[in-house]
């Protein structure tokens, strides 16, 4: 994983692109699979398998994290 920034333990910003790469070579099961990446430039993700949510900015990211 590709991670752009740490928010907090098990818990990271990562943008677009990263997880689009990513995406590639996730299994048919993962939830998230066929999610489009590129709706969001940043995308919270975490450690335990949470499905990623979209933001429009780093400043969300935290806010919605606090």
Known sequence: MKVFKTISSGVFLQ???SLISEQLEWD???EA????FSAYPFWITTDDGVTPIG???ENEAF???R
């Open 15 to 17: 943008d677009s692109q």
């Open 33 to 36: 699979k066929n999610m489009d």
């Open 28 to 30: 048919d099961e993962d």
């Open 55 to 57: 933001v429009h900015s």
């Open 63 to 65: 806010e919605i994290c």
